[in-house]
Structures are given as structure tokens and as C-alpha cells.
């Protein structure tokens, strides 16, 4: 008679563990509305739910949806506001500042180091959704840093071309790569190069506006 050998493999501290699985943790206005209606096709026909917990559940519900949809206004209030902000700061380019900076050094009494300097503003860039200002020797700050603005009125600044193309920071264009294809990307950043605006792209490429086209 052929009998099966037992080894490890049927020790019960061995068998796999189910190991359970759950969705999204955030319960929205549909999966309190599907647990509500649950709840009413699986009542005790003798004793139903009665109106008053039946209308605070209801209750409930509108205030979990005005809830929702209030979060949802907000976030994007604040989106908007944060575009606005952004692109409020493309006026800068072609000012003159002056610019500050705490150092990770200490002077003989002890007190930090601070660093000042003034240039103009040649180029914005964003990172991770901030503002960076390259200035004319090449320094990046932020706009902590700026202690003044010494350059022109913003009535005057809108006839400057940097600033006219830097309102194009974020917009979507295409153009035509080494072998005729034609390629997408995003502007990051303008900046100028011997008096001609250049246009530089998340991929690093510089262009000029008559080397791409806009996409819609």
C-alpha cells in the first residue's frame, strides 16, 4: 500500500496566511448611500427602521454630500489661487532686487551670518510648483529672499518681452525633433540669450517661438 510521506509542508503553523485585502479607506457620499440602502432591504419586516433614524440617517447623508462637494470647492479656490500667484510673479523678470540670505555660519559673537546682494532678474522657473529667480550672474533665489524690488514700475514692464513670453510658462507646445517627428512637451522657463528670447522645456530642450506651435 502506497502511502504519502508527511513533511513540513502539512504543519498548520506552515499553510499560508490569507493575507486581507480592503480598498480605499475613505468612505464617499455613494457608499454611505449604498450602505443605507443595504440596511432598508435587510430590515426585520417586524420591526423597521423608524422615521426618526431613518431621517437622521438622511440626515446624515446630505451633510456627508455638502461636505464633499464644499472640500471640492475649496481645493480648487486654492488651485486657482495658487496659478494667480504664480504667474503674478513672472513681473519680477527684468526688476532689479535686492536679495538677502541667512549662511550655516556663525560670526565671532555667535550670531548667524546673513548674505546680501543685489542684481536683476533674468530668469523664472518653478520647482515642484515654486518660484525660483535666476538672476544676471547666475544666483537662484526665492522669494524669501528678496528684501526690495529697485527695478522699473509694473506699468513698464509690459512692454518687455521676456515678460510677455514668460506667460506662456506652463502651456503645452510642439515641434519637429531631428528626424521630422513631431514632439510634445511643457514650458518651464524663459530666458534671454544675446537680446533673443528662449523658451526652455521640461525635457531641457531651448527653442525659439518660431522653432514650435502651440497646442490647445
Do not use: C
Not at 468612505?27 to 423608524?50: A, R
Not at 546673513?114 to 520647482?127: A, H, P, R, S
Amino acid at each position: 500500500m502506497n502511502t504519502t510521506p508527511i513533511t513540513n509542508d502539512y504543519f498548520l503553523s506552515n499553510a499560508k496566511k490569507e493575507v486581507k485585502r480592503t480598498g480605499n479607506s475613505t468612505l464617499g457620499k455613494d457608499d454611505f448611500l449604498k450602505i443605507l440602502v443595504k440596511q432598508l432591504q435587510h430590515q426585520d419586516p417586524t420591526n423597521p427602521v423608524e422615521d426618526k433614524e431613518f431621517i437622521s440617517q438622511m440626515a446624515q447623508f446630505s451633510t456627508l454630500e455638502q461636505m464633499q462637494n464644499m472640500t471640492k470647492a475649496m481645493e480648487e479656490l486654492l488651485e486657482s489661487q495658487r496659478e494667480n500667484q504664480l504667474m503674478n510673479y513672472t513681473t519680477f523678470i527684468g526688476q532689479e532686487v535686492k536679495w538677502h540670505e541667512l549662511l550655516e555660519e556663525f560670526d565671532e559673537e555667535g550670531n548667524p551670518v546673513i548674505q546680501q546682494g543685489k542684481g536683476v532678474i533674468k530668469e523664472l522657473k518653478f520647482d515642484n510648483g515654486m518660484p525660483i529667480f535666476v538672476l544676471d550672474d547666475g544666483k537662484e533665489i526665492s522669494t524669501g529672499n528678496i528684501s526690495s524690488v529697485l527695478g522699473k514700475p509694473q506699468t513698464n514692464l509690459a512692454v518687455n518681452p521676456l515678460v510677455e513670453a514668460s506667460m506662456s510658462i506652463g502651456k503645452k507646445i510642439q515641434y519637429k525633433g531631428a528626424n521630422d517627428e513631431w514632439i510634445e512637451s511643457v514650458i518651464q522657463a524663459v530666458t534671454t540669450n544675446n537680446q533673443l528670447t528662449e523658451y526652455i522645456l521640461e525635457n531641457g530642450e531651448r527653442l525659439t517661438k518660431n522653432q514650435f506651435q502651440w497646442i490647445d
